[in-house]
């Protein structure tokens, strides 16, 4: 693979430390800006809503803008969010910077979508968004705790610090890696069709198909993960200091999942689907009665964070594919749809778990997943043809 995706997987993984790390810092913010903590947690919704509508605003903004030149924009404003972030006292300016950040970064992920497809060769593609994608997966397993451990050490900024600071070599790889080749057309979508054809693509069941099903499962798998650490505390009984283990077993097992899908999509995308969604929903069904034994109910947590984000990614790929025709739009579909259900899933998840205890979450990840599943199965057909040049016609 090019070394130029591997910088834009550094990037998605500061950017995905940066989404996440808020869940072990919210305390700390709360007391250091004297906001309550149910305040602080705002800054959570503010970020995903900031990625659902950054993703087709940016996408649709620079659509005419060099590929290089839109990336290194979104990822130096994603840094100067962080230094700002960093250095404020105010709680309103910090809320602004997250906002800022989750703009860049859905704009960054629209755009390095669609530019790792082109990167990688047409039967490759698959295995060049399970790439850039493992930058997220990695972010759950390293960054997410590193950024406890710094906010802990020292204080909450430090791990702001240090998000921007990973920036940097994203940046340089960036600038150095995406050259335009000589003697080919110039870098950018100045041939691409207009604006309103790649809306229309919107109108298309296969990827409106593609898009629902992207958000029903990472609303199940972000339900289910958000709230994870009242099951391993409450109904396993587990002491805290087993949260963060849960959490990276979890991490762990998306980045296999990401890895995995990524070499079979390609080849196999209704194998990929096929077996590996109801394997999924099986998973969820069984942590109600597993959840109470410790070393199950971690086996479980890696087995579903590979499944979740092996489904997971492999709709990314079906969107991107369905979207062919929308080259400057296709990644910000993708973007939105997934963060819708990042946004979603927890929402419906923190009802239910007030209503149904500490498994209520789980359950709510076994719904979407099943809506989803009896969606699938009779439309893999419609998402992921058999005949692959029928994936360019439609």
Known sequence: ??????????????????????????????????????????????FAVGMIVGAPAMAAFARRWP????????????????????????????????????????????????TATRLAAPDLRGRALAVLLSGTTIATVAGVPAGALFGAAMGWRSTFWAVALLCVPAAIGILTGLRPRPGSAPEGPGGAPSLRSELAQLRAPRLLMAMLLGALVNGGTFSAFTFLAPVVTGTAGLDEVWVPLALVLFGIGSFVGVTAAGRLSDQHPRLALGVTAPILLLGWLAFAPLAAHPLPLLVLVFVQGALAFAVGSTLIARVLHAASEAPTMGGSYATAALNIGAAAGPAIGAVALSGSADLGPVRVATALTGIALLMMLPSLGLIAPRDRTAEVVR
């Open 1 to 46: 693979m090019p070394f130029a995706l591997y910088m834009l997987a550094l990037a998605v993984f500061a950017m995905g430390t940066s989404e996440f790390m808020l869940a072990g810092l919210v305390p700390n913010i709360a007391t250091s800006l004297d906001v309550s903590v149910g305040t602080a947690g705002l800054l959570t919704s503010a």
């Open 67 to 114: 590929a290089r030149a839109t990336l290194l924009g979104c990822v130096v404003v994603f840094a100067l969010c962080h230094v700002i972030a960093a250095v404020t006292p105010s709680f309103s300016v910090l809320a602004a910077t997250r906002v800022l950040a989750a703009v860049a970064n859905a704009g960054f992920l629209a755009v390095a979508l669609s």
